[in-house]
């Protein structure tokens, strides 16, 4: 379909549209905790009006750090508002995001990530701060041709292969080295055929624009192998709608093409990790709020809700940077925005105030530190509620910094408050700054809890598991 139809008003609205379409099979997406696209797929011939109202039951103890087996039963409810037709099925399919409900209550779950997110728009709007909040988040990922690990009680070892890799410039390919192909940090903006994945890009950024995703733009990142493509921002559950696409996308159209991607943020020793720098701003009856004549153009709301996300960073990164990898990018000194601090222009700081047209409706901050491991849903709506948080209480962020932190790292970095070391330490401070998210029971402590102990056995696992390196600094000791 050259015009995707991606909303739908009434069930009968999409029966009609699925029977004229011919689809034949009906997908239906929700995302775990730990934010991976989910699926189960029906025959569109079994889908009637009241099973599209009513939702359908499924195991909730099979999805990680959900439900227990004596209560698994878990009401999956479609929205028709987030549809799509999947690209990549053999059979026409049409795929429709959903809810996770409590059947003995008919209330949202309070663990599912997507209701988590629609309770923090809800909890905004009691408020009265604002009526909208808009997230634009830059996904970076990169793409090999190869993988393997492996991780196990006598073996240890991953193996990454890529044809762009400087360390191929010395291998004898079939046919020939052609040679091209960037360097060390040296990946940032070549024209082919130094960049060798333009063409996959494009495809990758068609592919999303036929799913109904508003899409901008791509380009190769700075790391070899390294890219980045661009969506519309917009509101807070769209927009992550959207990176859940954008990764299937991502993932699907790599593997068509023979390759394989990732949003592991540090796959690659001693080059750029991936980022998912987050753009958001506030609007209250169609009025921008972050617009003002303090500094940078900037209104006090808006240093008020930089100074929330500030006050609260690091119990933000167990949200926004929820893997132990993570923290392998998040590294003082390596052009990593791990300071504490704001600033226009400046990308050496954990928020950023982009250089925008006049206009009042470009103002935004830009929080730096997020990865694209990060469940879109907990991490914007766990934003929202530390920036809210700010406001309600004027957390004013202090004066901004504008000095390049990456400079001389040791002596300029000294003092300065940073974001958290491991996922252990962010974790800790979730368990001791976790009020401002409970706000409104947007975040339930049952929610939280359950989280810190999932994160805790990823953490536990990667303390207790040698590592290549130990060996090559401790063997011979």
Request: aromatic share 12%; proline share 7%.
């Amino acid at each position: 379909m050259s015009n995707p139809i991606t909303s739908f008003k009434t069930p009968k609205e999409f029966l009609k549209f699925v029977k004229d379409e011919g689809i034949e099979y009906i997908t239906f997406n929700f995302t775990d905790l730990k934010g991976k696209l989910q699926h189960i797929s029906y025959i569109a011939g079994k889908i009637d009006e009241d099973f599209l109202k009513e939702g359908f039951f499924f195991d909730g103890s099979s999805i990680t750090a959900w439900k227990d087996i004596h209560e698994s039963d878990m009401n999956l409810r479609p929205d028709l508002s987030k549809t799509y037709l999947d690209p990549y099925a053999a059979q026409p399919t049409y795929c429709v995001f959903c809810d996770v409900y409590e059947p003995a209550t008919g209330e949202p779950y309070n663990r599912d990530p997507r209701s988590i997110a629609k309770a923090a728009e809800e909890y905004m709007k009691s408020t009265g701060i604002a009526d909208e909040a808009l997230f634009g988040p830059e996904p970076e990922f990169f793409v090999f041709n190869s993988i393997r690990y492996s991780t196990d009680m006598f073996e240890s070892f991953f193996s990454i292969d890529s044809d762009e890799s400087p360390s191929n410039t010395g291998t004898d390919y079939e046919g020939g080295n052609l040679a091209h192909r960037p360097g060390v940090k040296g990946g940032y903006f070549p024209v082919p055929p130094v960049d060798s994945l333009s063409d996959l890009r494009a495809q990758m950024l068609s592919d999303l624009g036929s799913i109904g995703v508003d899409v901008e733009k791509h380009h190769h990142e700075v790391a070899p192998s390294q890219c980045e493509m661009g969506f519309t921002a917009g509101g807070m559950i769209p927009t992550a709608d959207n990176v859940q696409l954008y990764k299937y996308i991502v993932h699907n159209t790599a593997h068509s093409f023979g390759m394989t991607a990732t949003f592991m943020p540090k796959p690659v020793y001693g080059d750029n990790g991936n980022g998912m720098h987050v753009h958001q701003s506030l609007r209250k009856g169609n009025k921008p709020l972050f617009a003002g004549d303090e500094y940078a153009g900037l209104s006090e709301t808006c240093l008020y809700y930089i100074g929330g996300i500030i006050k609260h960073a690091k119990a933000l990164n167990a949200f926004t940077n929820p893997t132990t990898n993570s923290y392998k990018r998040l590294v003082p000194g390596y052009e990593a925005p791990v300071v504490l601090a704001y600033s226009a222009r400046n990308r050496s700081v954990a928020c950023r105030i982009p250089a925008t047209s006049d206009s009042p409706n470009a103002k935004r901050v830009e929080t730096r530190f997020p990865d694209p491991a990060a469940n879109p849903y907990l991490a914007f709506a766990a934003m929202l509620m530390a920036g809210l948080d700010g406001i309600k209480n004027k957390i004013h962020p202090g004066e901004a910094s504008d000095k390049d932190f990456f400079e001389n790292p040791k002596e300029s970095m000294a003092g300065m408050p940073q974001v958290a070391r491991s996922l252990r330490e962010a974790l800790e401070a979730l368990t001791a700054d976790s009020d401002f998210l409970t706000q409104g029971d947007v975040f339930t402590k049952d929610m939280i809890d359950a989280y810190i102990d999932m994160k805790m056995e990823e953490v536990e696992a990667w303390e207790m598991h040698p590592h290549p390196i130990e060996f090559d600094n401790y063997y011979s000791v």
